[in-house]
């Protein structure tokens, strides 16, 4: 049973109370906080994001003629219906279905980007995209340096959905992030929400560098919000402040980002502790100064992605934190993240970084 605590149900077996009665197992491990559109991006339709994403790539595809999108079944609307009746709108020189090979689909988009096409490359699992690790980190990645600036593939978009979905075990719950952010010359970002997903890819789309999307799958229907319905930008690179605090600084991105936002009500309902909680939205580049003002303001921090700790995206964060805030921090720089082990089938709740987990870290740094 997920959803109820051990010492809740305790507590309602003590009055008698059957405490799986009516209940259901769930995955979501979050609660899905929507945001409000800026006023001047006009008219909003509710939107998951699954939709939110088709209509970016849909006004790509209007806007620019060069665009194209493929992978596997994409054609057919996708394993997740991303794509779904693009293809009849577009046709199938537009919208294409490519073989089972990763190394392949990336390549291929490499080549169209570099001659002048807006190219949208789809790897069905974020898991499966390493084998194309080596076209995406020795060929798109140095392209533009290697001609000297004579050649470029920046028309390139890779979209991937990626990280935990409550039954996806090893092979399709993983977040390879951290990967790619060693890269230079690559542009990769984790939205957490409708509205950000359809503007990050907008602008993924027009930029000059080739970037990688990583899309939570567990919110393409878990997340709905009132989207803007034309075309608008998030600005690759710059983190959202999404709550406002003085005691701590939390850092994430994606899914998780939600986790986080539930945390600080909590524990400032419940604790009196005030955090601010930042999503880093882009995790190459990242918005050092946004992170590293707030966590010289609050003096403690906590950073949590649900990708393994060793090595994870985190590590960066907390390395330039403890290096630019030093004179400034009240206490270690901890991080909550996945385990470093393979992401685990029936054991998934206890791998990932839960609230639960969120909030002793919280204690923890407030006594450190």
Known sequence: MIGVTRKTARALLS?????????????????????????????????NMCNAIKSAIDIQLARDESTIIFGEDVKFGGVFRC???????????????????EQGIAGFGIGAAVAGACTIAE??????????????????????????????????????PCSAVGHGAHYHSQSPEAYFAHTP????????????????????FEDDNPCIVFEPKILYRAAEEQVPVGHY???????DILREGTDMTMLSWGTQVHVAREVAGIVEEELG???????????????????????????????????PITCGFGAELQATITS?????????????????????HVHEPFYMPTKWK????????MDA
Not at 185 to 204: D, F, N, T
Not at 233 to 238: E, F, N, Q, R
Not at 329 to 343: I, K, N, S
Not at 358 to 365: D, E
């Open 123 to 160: 790897i069905q699992f974020a898991d499966y995209i390493f084998p194309a690790f080596d076209q995406i980190v020795n060929e798109a990645a140095k392209y533009r340096y290697r001609s000297g600036n004579e050649f470029d593939c920046g028309k390139l978009t890779i979209r991937s």
């Open 233 to 239: 930008k998030i600005p690759l690179g710059k983190a």
């Open 83 to 101: 794509t779904d009746g693009l293809m009849d709108k577009y046709g199938s020189d537009r919208v294409f279905n490519t073989p089972l090979c």
């Open 358 to 365: 969120l909030i002793q870290a919280v204690k923890a740094t």
């Open 15 to 47: 009055r008698g109370v059957n405490a799986t009665a009516g209940s259901t197992r769930t995955h979501m491990h979050f609660k899905f906080q929507p945001d409000d559109a800026p006023a001047e991006l006009g008219a909003t339709e509710k939107t």
């Open 273 to 307: 502790i005030s955090i601010e909680v930042i999503d880093l939205v882009s995790i190459a580049p990242w918005d050092r100064e946004t992170v590293c003002n707030s966590v010289s303001k609050t003096g403690r921090c906590i950073i949590t992605h649900e990708a």
């Open 324 to 344: 630019d805030c030093f004179f400034d921090l009240e206490a270690p720089p901890a991080r909550v993240c996945g385990l470093d082990t393979p992401f685990p």
């Open 185 to 204: 010359g690559l542009k990769v970002c984790v939205p957490r929400s409708p509205i950000q997903a359809k503007g990050l890819l907008l602008s993924a």
